[in-house]
T-cell receptor, first 111, second 113 residues
Framework: QKEVEQDPGPLSVPEGAIVSLNCTYS??????FMWYRQYSRKGPELLMY????GNKEDGRFTAQVDKSSKYISLFIRDSQPSDSATYLC???????????FGSGTKLNVKP | EAGVTQFPSHSVIEKGQTVTLRCDPI?????LYWYRRVMGKEIKFLLH????????ESGMPNNRFLAERTGGTYSTLKVQPAELEDSGVYFC???????????FGEGSRLTVL
């Protein structure tokens, strides 16, 4: 079983739509949850960083963590064509420094 | 400020040859990580340096892979001899502190024929 599961998509939405991206995980020791955005042929760049459970909002982006269900989400409001990229979830525990990544969801926002 | 830089961006080699990938972290970042993504799979951890010391190399797949970080600045990852299954994208990331945010390079794409 993979540590982190993520639907690879692709996910295609019209401009202005609300996008929901999700990951599930199996290791209850994970405490730090991140979302990265990766454009084609580029490195991942950090979008959101959340510790433990709860919500965090940054502009059009909202990250949610439900530790009881081992489920995390990233919502993108008013999606733009420039949001078209692969979105990766990543997580780690308190006592270990390696990050575990999902396989990424490819998002296409159509003008 | 310059980001994490990796060289080469793409390398094509024959099975059995040797390849060396280089990573220059962001200046002042003591923590340096190597990750890789093979086709269709998720990005996976290879190892973690703190300055010149290997903190965790539990993700290194086998002894054909050798990572070094002499002087605690840039790092190299050597694959010798390369096998077909080593093909993928090798990412380097750095962080100013342990357990901190990772800043990724653009990756080095390795193709083994």
């Amino acid at each position: 079983q993979k540590e982190v599961e993520q639907d690879p998509g692709p996910l295609s939405v019209p401009e202005g739509a609300i996008v929901s991206l999700n990951c599930t995980y199996s290791n209850s020791a994970f405490q730090y949850f991140m979302w990265y955005r990766q454009y084609s042929r580029k490195g991942p760049e950090l979008l959101m960083y959340t510790y433990s459970s709860g919500n965090k909002e940054d502009g059009r982006f909202t990250a949610q963590v439900d530790k009881s269900s081992k489920y995390i989400s990233l919502f993108i409001r008013d999606s733009q064509p420039s949001d078209s990229a692969t979105y990766l979830c990543a997580m780690r525990g308190d006592n270990f420094n390696k990050f575990y990544f999902g396989s990424g969801t490819k998002l296409n926002v159509k003008p | 400020e310059a980001g994490v830089t990796q060289f080469p961006s793409h390398s094509v080699i024959e099975k059995g040859q040797t390849v060396t990938l280089r990573c220059d972290p962001i200046s002042g970042h003591d923590n340096l990580y190597w990750y890789r993504r093979v086709m269709g799979k998720e990005i996976k951890f290879l190892l973690h340096f703190v300055k010149e010391s290997k903190q965790d190399e539990s993700g290194m797949p086998n002894n054909r892979f050798l990572a070094e970080r002499t002087g605690g600045t840039y790092s190299t990852l050597k694959v010798q001899p390369a096998e077909l299954e080593d093909s993928g994208v090798y990412f380097c990331a750095s962080s100013p502190r342990a357990f901190g945010e990772l800043f990724f390079g653009e990756g080095s794409r390795l193709t083994v024929l």
